[in-house]
């Protein structure tokens, strides 16, 4: 052992206190907008629009919950939301065994080239402007395929289900094999079982991904009663932008009525954010264990 | 030669079903990733619906040099790289610091909250976000604002209005949703650093600083590298879904990027040619990036990406 000078201890003590209060305090930080939202969706339009609203909810009420359920839109946006999600997902996990396998068998002949095929498409990224021409052109307009069929799989995720593959042990394979499954046992039998961590990663990441999207939704998705809920947030949260862009020309008196009240656009975020609330403590563990895992190259 | 030809074959036979797993991967690669690549030439061409991207007329570099010679190009460009430049600058270091003190921190229960209230802005929709920090940067009813006003009696600041302050909110927003997440592999690879370093730094009487300065920064070197050219190599590419959703008419002369742009001028207006050869232009800056970038990183003795 060694003898540590009380002056020093001091100090560290210190540190480490500050350490502690520091990272405290961002977390806070993290946490407070998501926090503002809740207790604005809970608080009275007029207290928003004072800016009396802070930390707690001032005049509670859950008028904002109450008209968005009496509008009914809100409920099938969500509806289509948890359908593309669920699909996308569904077929992006799909598609992505059937890519990891394969190319994560050394034997695969002209395997490289197959590589060199796919990995090209990471590096060389096309604009919107043809993927829109090529996606209109299939006349996928106004159908969910326009956001599934482009997205089907991730190549960088595949990557990192193709590099834990590689990781399991050839032996496993290779008596199944002389026990005379074919590809598709052992891969469905053997493999996937002992994949169950980076499946469950990868479908949270894939999942998260849909659930979030917006763009591609505002690009192909113009029919209203198939629009998602990120899409109706985005058309809430851009007529604020016009009210900015409108304020002193005189026109407020019209832009008020077609406003969407401070509280009504905060309850929809947190309707739209509930699910990945209560999933998140489930979430978390999984989604560390898919970065270290994508982290680790082949 | 004739032997070599009939064990190939006797392989694909062998592995066939390897090869039908991988029919549709390969079908999705060519029909949404190469096909949109052979879409770029209307580049090249006047792009009209009716005749089609082979049936519309060559310009040649028609829509490059009005690309070029536009005052917009360069507002974009420079737009893209000034974000780029901060979200960098700032944005590089914070999840590094924040590393530092979660791996200085010994009750794991802290700790693991923490990370965990850090990584949750990560997992949130742009569009959210976005609602949420334009809500709360609001001149009349913000609460940064309203702090401002009653507490340091100053004017509202337009934040999202103003094109002094839109780029320092957009950087933020973007630290605020990334940062927590970043830190997922520095403290991996703090982790994985021998314990006795620090045994050692302890009985040379090194305090906590210099034990964070002279073991675990240098343990983490070779992450920092990776990650720091890894991004290097997106110079041109901005959050699309960020930008999109923050910015306004207002303030588009700092805020219109290149992929905002493209999407506006493109997709609302029809110019479909002018826009892809802008986006032409930008693949191929994107390219050449990843491409030198993974030289440099291999020339370093660094693993590259490929």
């Known amino acids: 052992m060694y003898i540590q000078n009380p002056i020093h201890m001091l100090w560290s003590r210190a540190g480490t206190a500050a350490n502690y209060v520091m990272l405290g305090v961002f977390s806070l930080a993290a946490l407070y907008p998501l926090w503002y939202v809740i207790v604005s969706s809970f608080s009275s339009s007029r207290a928003i629009t004072a800016g009396e609203v802070s930390l707690w909810p001032v005049e509670f009420n859950a008028q904002a919950y ?110 199944a094999a002389i026990d005379g499954a074919g590809d598709w046992r052992i891969l469905l039998q053997i493999i996937l079982p002992l994949c169950k961590p980076i499946m469950a990663a990868l479908s949270l990441f894939y999942a998260v991904g849909w659930w979030n999207s917006y763009f591609n939704v505002l690009l192909y998705i113009t029919q209203s009663n198939l629009q998602t809920l990120t899409l109706k947030l985005y058309q809430m949260i851009l007529q604020v932008n016009q009210s900015l862009l409108n304020n002193g020309t005189g026109s407020e008196g019209v832009d008020q009525i077609m406003l969407t009240p401070e509280g009504i656009k905060a309850a929809a975020i947190v309707i739209a954010v509930t699910p990945i609330l209560i999933l998140y403590p489930f979430l978390q563990k999984h989604f560390v264990k898919g970065v270290l895992i994508g982290s680790v190259k082949g | 030669m004739k032997d070599q030809r009939s064990t190939f074959r006797h392989r694909f036979i062998l592995d066939r079903h390897l090869y039908l797993m991988l029919l549709p991967v390969i079908l999705f690669y060519f029909v949404f990733k190469y096909a949109p690549m052979v879409g770029e030439i209307i580049a090249f061409k006047d792009y009209r619906l009716g005749d089609g991207i082979f049936g519309s007329p060559w310009v040649g570099f028609k829509h490059f040099e009005s690309l070029f010679g536009s005052i917009d190009f360069w507002r974009v460009l420079r737009n893209t790289l000034v974000l780029n430049v901060y979200s960098l600058v700032f944005g590089f270091p914070v999840p590094i610091v924040l590393a530092l003190l979660l791996n200085e921190v010994r009750k794991e229960w802290y700790k693991r909250t923490v990370q965990n209230l850090l990584y949750l802005p990560h997992f949130i929709s742009w569009v959210i976000l976005g609602g949420i920090f334009i809500a709360i940067l609001s001149p ?64 040379d009487g090194a305090s906590k600083l210099r034990q964070m300065w002279h073991i675990t920064l240098p343990g983490i070197r070779s992450t920092i590298a990776i990650l720091l050219v890894l991004r290097m190599g997106s110079m041109l590419d901005v959050g699309l879904e960020q930008t999109l959703i923050l910015q306004n008419q207002s303030v588009l002369d700092v805020a219109d990027v290149i992929s905002t742009y493209v999407y506006r001028v493109g997709l609302q207006n029809m110019s479909y040619s002018y826009t892809t050869a802008l986006g032409l232009f930008q693949s191929l800056v994107s390219f050449i990036l990843v491409v030198s970038v993974n030289r440099l990183t291999r020339a370093f003795g660094e693993r590259g990406l490929w």
Not at chain 1, 114 to 137: D, E, Y
Not at chain 1, 139 to 161: D, E, R
Not at chain 2, 155 to 164: C, G, L, T
């Open chain 2, 140 to 203: 009349s009813t913000g609460i940064v604002n309203t702090v401002l006003v009653n507490v340091f009696g100053i004017e509202p600041i337009y934040f999202m209005a103003d094109s002094r302050w839109w780029p320092v909110a957009y950087t933020v927003s973007g630290i605020w949703r990334e940062a927590g997440w970043g830190t997922i592999l520095y403290l991996a690879a703090m982790a994985s650093i021998d314990p006795q370093l620090y045994e050692a730094a302890k009985i």
């Open chain 1, 66 to 175: 109450l008209r968005l359920f009496d509008d009914g839109q809100l409920f099938v946006a969500m509806g289509n939301t948890i359908v593309v999600t669920l699909v996308g997902t569904l077929l992006n996990m799909v598609l992505t065994t059937l890519a990891a396998y394969p190319l994560s068998r050394k034997r695969l002949q002209g395997r490289n080239f197959l590589l060199m095929f796919i990995i090209f498409t990471m590096l060389f990224t096309t604009g919107i402007i043809p993927n829109f021409i090529l996606v209109k052109s299939l006349g996928l307009m106004n159908s969910y395929w326009a956001l599934w069929l482009p997205a089907l799989l991730s190549t960088y995720n595949m990557f990192v289900m193709k590099t834990f593959m590689e990781g399991l042990p050839d032996e496993i394979e290779e008596s």
